[in-house]
């Protein structure tokens, strides 16, 4: 469920609109069952991403939802593109450029130029695997963004046993490995909140305990902790 508070957090009202979303009794419980993410704001707009109903995009301040799954592939879903349904894992709105969209799906990876009406996948490019949790954007540049492959909805460890970051300069067109000083044999997992970037870095934790960082725009990554229980969130905030 979506909370609003108007008092700085000490009470705080459910989202009525969209829990009794029109779509409701179509939207899927998922493996872990439905879960509210994603939370944007961009240019008077806010975008949330429910496991496994989609992304949904509000003009309004939440008093009314629009789903935003044009073209979103449901593999598990007896229709091939659902109106709802989807299983969104991540949703980013770019800091620089508010109308686009980038997301990691439970079937492909995807960006909107449009603020959702319209999606376009990017995995068959350059990617080992359609299938992951992290993304992550560089807020000076809207045509790169970063995306950690797992092997499979079934097999939730990284794809090919290669602890890879993936890297996309020209809006998703390509990607390449961008993986210098991370260990080339690696079966973990990082989760959906486990990636997170700021103006000059990249942050990720994984289930095994460990935390990764590297510049923005490429070069090495190092591991900044170890031996950590499983890492559930990762976060960057200015110093």
Same mark, same amino acid.
């Given at each position: 469920m979506?909370? @609003? &508070?108007n !008092? =700085? +957090?000490? #009470? *705080? $009202? ?22 509210c993410?994603s ?5 008077g707009?806010?975008?949330?991403a429910i496991?496994a ?5 509000s ?12 073209d ?5 879903h007896?229709?091939k593109n ?5 299983c ?22 995807? @960006? &909107?130029? !449009? =603020? +959702?009406? #319209? *999606? $376009? ?12 949790f992290?993304?992550?954007?560089d ?8 995306v950690i ?13 290669r602890?890879g970051?993936?890297r996309?300069t020209?809006a998703?067109?390509?990607w ?22 700021d ?6 934790g994984?289930?095994s ?14 591991e900044a902790a170890?031996?950590?229980p ?5 976060e960057?905030a200015?110093?």
């Amino acid at each position: 469920m979506l909370f @609003r &508070s108007n !008092d =700085r +957090g000490v #009470n *705080w $009202e459910v989202n009525r609109a969209i829990l009794e979303h029109p779509t409701r009794e179509k939207w899927q419980p998922g493996a872990g069952g439905l879960c509210c993410h994603s939370i944007q704001l961009a240019n008077g707009n806010m975008y949330i991403a429910i496991s496994a109903a989609g992304a949904f995009r509000s003009e309004d301040a939440g008093e009314s939802w629009t789903p935003i799954n044009k073209d979103v592939a449901a593999d598990f879903h007896p229709e091939k593109n659902p109106e709802v349904g989807q299983c969104v894992h991540k949703l980013l709105a770019h800091p620089q450029n508010p109308d686009r969209l980038w997301q990691q799906n439970h079937c492909g990876v995807y @960006r &909107s130029d !449009d =603020r +959702g009406d #319209n *999606w $376009e996948r990017l995995d068959q490019n350059g990617l080992p695997s359609d299938f992951g949790f992290g993304l992550a954007l560089d807020p000076g540049d809207p045509d790169v963004a970063y995306v950690i492959p797992e092997q499979s909805a079934e097999n939730r460890f990284t794809a090919d046993g290669r602890l890879g970051v993936y890297r996309t300069t020209d809006a998703g067109a390509s990607w390449e490995l961008a993986a210098k000083g991370l260990p080339e044999r690696a079966w973990v997992a990082v989760l959906r909140e486990g990636f997170a970037f700021d103006e000059s870095g990249l942050y990720f934790g994984t289930q095994s305990g460990s935390v990764w960082v590297a510049p923005q725009g490429g070069g090495e990554w190092i591991e900044a902790a170890r031996d950590l229980p499983p890492i559930l969130s990762v976060e960057a905030a200015p110093s």
